[in-house]
């Protein structure tokens, strides 16, 4: 009998949980309009979205950071780093800048991304990849060390270079922050659904501070992309034949659209009743979307020309055939926004 009342009771919660309203920006035209006027009274140096200028332009292989960015140089040990699933440790280069490096199935995802999310205007980590490099006083990893040879030779890494003076000032929420119902945090919401990034936590989103300048909105983890979505038994990341099956526009209505966006997990995971129901709701973020915000965002990324896609993935170290797929897929998506 306790039992049987312990899973009602669970049930009913859930039941409560999912009827309640995730509103992320689909509001009326009226209310969208006063809390823009009262977000930019309140946070006046807060930023989301820059303008890129000319797309044409924008050079997608080395992204964000640029060219003079990138890595180049000899590299020494600092200290691994046991936070999040995927292996990573930090570096420092001759010229004194520290680097953080992720090893893993993310390293090519998360560089191609990466350059894709920026393109359209939002603040990303200035990532690149390197198939290989050397690093000096390399120790055995904790986690990773498959990926690394002898002598130091580490393969497949992802860099994060560290701007200096730029420190995390914390986290911001998908449901409730500066930006809630303005264009440019729709964009954002619909290229979380054009690349099937599923790993929407709260901590993956990051403001950065830096003295003298804008308050930085970003989402500083984007390896979970470019797979398919869903619960762990299914989901996948860098996955170039489940992210070409998987679909994008779910359902569209006179002003709204729905993207697809599945993050429940398996159901007999329920009496973990906290991460059911945050991983649940994440999928509201992809949803009740109005279709001017995201055709805004399909006109965008529809100024960049086939070859800066395919930029994105050559940076991130795929194949020919893969880079190729990939592009096909994220062109394939932008068609679709511009068909709203």
């Given at each position: 009998m306790y039992n049987r009342r312990r899973v009602l009771l669970t049930a009913s919660c859930i039941a409560v949980a999912l009827a309640l309203p995730l509103n992320l920006g689909a509001e009326k035209e009226p209310q969208r309009k006063a809390f823009r006027a009262t977000a930019v009274a309140t946070a006046p140096a807060a930023a989301l979205w820059h303008d890129r200028g000319s797309m044409g332009s924008l050079n997608l292989f080395y992204g964000s950071g640029g060219k003079a960015h990138a890595p180049a140089g000899k590299y020494t040990f600092v200290k691994e780093d046991a936070q999040g699933t995927s292996p990573k440790f930090e570096i420092v280069d001759d010229q004194g800048t520290h680097w953080k490096v992720k090893l893993g199935e993310e390293t090519k995802s998360e560089t191609a991304a990466t350059r894709l999310v920026w393109a359209a205007g939002y603040s990303t980590d200035e990532d690149y990849y390197l198939a290989e490099l050397r690093v000096d006083k390399m120790p055995r990893l904790k986690r990773g060390n498959q990926f690394v040879a002898t002598g130091g030779i580490v393969r497949g890494a992802r860099m994060e270079r560290k701007i200096k003076g730029q420190e995390k000032a914390g986290t911001w929420s998908w449901y409730k922050n500066p930006f809630t119902g303005t264009k440019e945090m729709n964009g954002l919401?619909?290229?979380?659904?054009?690349?099937?990034?599923?790993?929407?936590?709260?901590?993956?989103?990051?403001?950065?501070?830096?003295?003298?300048?804008?308050?930085?909105?970003?989402?500083?983890?984007?390896?979970?992309?470019?797979?398919?979505?869903?619960?762990?038994?299914?989901?996948?990341?860098?996955?170039?034949?489940?992210?070409?099956?998987?679909?994008?526009?779910?359902?569209?209505?006179?002003?709204?659209?729905?993207?697809?966006?599945?993050?429940?997990p398996f159901f007999l995971t329920v009496f973990d009743l906290p991460n059911y129901l945050t991983r649940t709701r994440m999928q509201s973020i992809a949803k009740r979307i109005p279709r001017t915000h995201a055709k805004w965002l399909g006109q965008l990324l529809g100024q960049l020309s086939n070859e800066q896609i395919r930029d994105c993935f050559r940076a991130a170290g795929y194949s020919a055939d893969e880079v190729e797929g990939f592009a096909q897929v994220v062109q394939g998506r932008i068609a679709d926004l511009n068909k709203l």
């Open positions: 919401r619909v290229m979380m659904a054009l690349v099937n990034n599923w790993d929407l936590k709260e901590v993956n989103n990051v403001i950065y501070d830096k003295a003298g300048q804008e308050t930085r909105y970003a989402i500083s983890d984007l390896g979970a992309s470019f797979g398919r979505t869903g619960n762990p038994l299914v989901r996948s990341k860098s996955n170039l034949r489940e992210y070409r099956e998987s679909k994008f526009v779910q359902k569209v209505r006179p002003e709204l659209v729905d993207f697809h966006m599945s993050s429940r």
